[in-house]
T-cell receptor, first 112, second 111 residues
């Protein structure tokens, strides 16, 4: 039982490049979400999904896309990377919105 | 949406002393208040949570209190140990069902 798995752990992008951060969970959780963590700002919600085929925007969605074709996977796409997207990204899953969220190990992204 | 404020941003305590972290929230409809601990290089991990129908909850050296009238909740760690050194986040779920986090408290336990 791996929990929530994020890949890659580290990534350096050039401004304007695109990439996908992968997130997979093996707990059969319906609720999945993406956060970014910046110094002094806690974790801010980017996008979330309450089940396969359903996604919605969080607090800071601009510049990011998501899709949820299966219960297990919730990839986050950066369409055209900008230096302001330099951050640590965490994926999380939970049984539903009001229960324990399990976090992945994070992806440290640097945009130069 | 929910707005969660957390204080202090840093906290240094002597081993064996207590640590207290306080959070306030804005949405009176919020009903779930988890606390997460994040160690260096890892993702946050739930350490304790409380729901709005409960005023206090304890788990060994950790306790959380909730005051719904004042819209604040606190984390208490007693008999601190070096392994308690980490970043702690409070969070709340508002009526939009989204989890909102405080800015975090870096706790350092001095030996």
């Amino acid at each position: 039982n791996a929990g929530v798995t994020q890949t890659p752990k580290f990534q350096v992008l050039k401004t304007g490049q695109s990439m996908t951060l992968q997130c997979a969970q093996d707990m059969n959780h319906e609720y999945m979400s993406w956060y970014r963590q910046d110094p002094g700002m806690g974790l801010r919600l980017i996008h979330y999904s309450v089940g396969a085929g359903i996604t919605d925007q969080g607090e800071v969605p601009n510049g990011y896309n998501v899709s949820r074709s299966t219960t297990e996977d919730f990839p986050l796409r950066l369409l055209s990377a900008a230096p302001s997207q330099t951050s640590v990204y965490f994926c999380a899953s939970s049984y539903d919105e009001g229960t324990e969220a399990f976090f992945g190990q994070g992806t440290r992204l640097t945009v130069v | 949406g929910e707005n969660v404020e957390q204080h202090p941003s840093t906290l240094s305590v002597q081993e064996g002393d207590s640590a207290v972290i306080k959070c306030t929230y804005s949405d009176s409809a919020s009903n779930y208040f988890p606390w997460y601990k994040q160690e260096l290089g890892k993702g946050p991990q739930l350490i304790i949570d409380i729901r709005s129908n409960v005023g206090e909850k304890k788990d060994q050296r950790i306790a959380v209190t909730l005051n719904k009238t004042a819209k604040h909740f606190s984390l208490h760690i007693t008999e601190t140990q070096p392994e308690d050194s980490a970043v702690y986040f409070c969070a709340a779920i508002g009526d939009d069902y989204k989890l909102s986090f405080g800015a975090g408290t870096t706790v350092t336990v001095r030996a």
